[in-house]
Antibody
Framework: QVQLQESGPGLVKPSETLSLTCTVSGGSINNYYWSWIRQPAGKGLEWIGRIYTSGSTNDNPSLKSRVTMSVDTSKNQFSLKLSSVTAADTAVYYC???????????WGQGTLVTVSS | AIQLTQSPSSLSASVGDRVTITCRASQGISSALAWYQQKPGKDPKLLIYDASSLESGVPLRFSGSGSGTDFTLTISSLQPEDFATYYCQQFNSYPLTFGPGTKVDIK
């Protein structure tokens, strides 16, 4: 059974960079798309972006080029960096596996990241 | 970006009721739509993909239909474990987008 686990700081200061890692277990990270999706408290889901194991990426233009994603196949991990954060970036961040890159069949449990000084 | 709207935004229903949730896309997306169920404090769970294909392990009381711009998720006989928020998601074009959600609670 594939499992995903997010890790990273739960508190980030405004204007700094949010960094999260997702560790995949129970299956190979190879030949799949891997995504980040976030959810502010009490609100809906927002797609942040995706990375293929080759390293190719797509991200959401609404985040104004603040997103950097990377993948480390040797560690079965992929990562997210979101720069210049503000309070509006406070949310639960999920990592997820994209089945054929289109919809999400495995999700992490989510990690709350709060942006505050 | 393709906008998705869902109706209703919330509904109250009883165990055994038939429940229908609608998702409308701002432009045609063929059958590139998925449905998820999310319970409080939990990650979303995939129910339906390609508008009408049931994900493995999902009960048969869940079904999806539609193509183009109009889609529905139907729960044929609501069970206690089905009280949750339901989201649609389009994967026709980037950025991928989700609907605002429909909360199903107990009448």
């Amino acid at each position: 059974q594939v499992q995903l686990q997010e890790s990273g700081p739960g508190l980030v200061k405004p204007s700094e960079t949010l960094s999260l890692t997702c560790t995949v277990s129970g299956g190979s990270i190879n030949n799949y798309y891997w995504s980040w999706i976030r959810q502010p408290a009490g609100k809906g889901l927002e797609w942040i972006g995706r990375i293929y194991t080759s390293g190719s990426t797509n991200d959401n233009p609404s985040l104004k080029s603040r997103v950097t994603m990377s993948v480390d196949t040797s560690k079965n991990q992929f990562s997210l960096k979101l720069s210049s954060v503000t309070a509006a970036d406070t949310a639960v961040y999920y990592c997820a596996r994209g089945n054929t890159g289109r919809y999400y069949d495995y999700w992490g449990q989510g990690t709350l990241v709060t942006v505050s000084s | 970006a393709i906008q998705l709207t869902q109706s209703p935004s919330s509904l109250s229903a009883s165990v055994g009721d038939r429940v229908t949730i609608t998702c409308r896309a701002s432009q045609g997306i063929s059958s590139a739509l998925a449905w998820y169920q999310q319970k409080p404090g939990k990650d979303p769970k995939l129910l339906i993909y390609d508008a009408s294909s049931l994900e493995s392990g999902v009960p048969l009381r869940f079904s999806g239909s539609g193509s183009g711009t109009d889609f529905t998720l139907t729960i044929s006989s609501l069970q206690p474990e089905d009280f949750a928020t339901y989201y649609c998601q389009q994967f026709n074009s980037y950025p991928l987008t989700f609907g605002p959600g429909t909360k199903v609670d107990i009448k």
